[in-house]
């Protein structure tokens, strides 16, 4: 049934918050940067976070799924992105896995001393799609 309550749920979804705070706690914490920065809202976030996302998250749900990010969601002329990348996941597959990975990467961060360790940690559990597997030779 498609019906105007569903596309309200649609619009209303697209504007749910996805990103628990943890996962830009954490994230700060083990960049060794303050959260929130001194005189920032908790919400600031600075442009780098992004790219960081962008490979902690985006490039590990499934193979191709950043670069569909970036064609559904080009960025202006002002170099910005009119949405959130996670506004253009889909309910069905998009929003769970999203939902799972993040759990998993949080709990990930939470386990890790410094941005060294949890990058080598986060390539063995959830390497890139399209990358090749790191072989564990030092372990």
Same mark, same amino acid.
């Given at each position: 049934?498609?019906?105007?309550?569903?596309? #309200?749920?649609?619009?209303?979804?697209?504007?749910? $918050?996805?990103?628990?705070?943890?996962?830009?706690q954490?994230?700060?914490?083990?960049?060794?940067?303050p959260y929130?920065?001194?005189?920032?809202?908790?919400?600031?976030r600075?442009?780098?976070?992004?790219?960081?996302?962008?490979?902690?998250?985006?490039?590990?749900?499934?193979?191709?799924?950043?670069?569909?990010?970036?064609e559904l969601?080009? !960025?202006?002329d $002002?170099?910005?992105? $009119?949405? !959130?990348?996670?506004?253009?996941?889909? +309910?069905?597959?998009?929003?769970?896995? #999203? !939902?799972?990975? #993040?759990a998993?990467?949080v709990?990930?961060?939470?386990?890790?001393?410094?941005?060294?360790?949890?990058?080598? +940690?986060?390539e +063995?559990?959830a390497?890139?799609m399209?990358d090749t597997?790191? #072989?564990?030779?030092?372990?």
């Open positions: 049934m498609r019906g105007p309550l569903n596309r #309200l749920a649609d619009e209303w979804a697209k504007w749910t $918050k996805r990103f628990p705070n943890e996962f830009y954490q994230l700060f914490r083990l960049r060794g940067i929130p920065p001194p005189g920032k809202h908790k919400n600031w600075p442009s780098y976070v992004g790219h960081w996302t962008n490979d902690i998250v985006y490039s590990r749900l499934a193979p191709g799924v950043l670069k569909t990010l970036r969601n080009p !960025k202006t $002002k170099g910005y992105r $009119k949405h !959130k990348h996670h506004q253009h996941m889909t +309910r069905d597959f998009g929003d769970p896995a #999203l !939902k799972e990975h #993040l998993n990467v709990f990930l961060m939470r386990t890790c001393k410094d941005w060294d360790d949890f990058k080598r +940690r986060l +063995r559990a390497p890139r399209g597997i790191p #072989l564990p030779l030092d372990d």
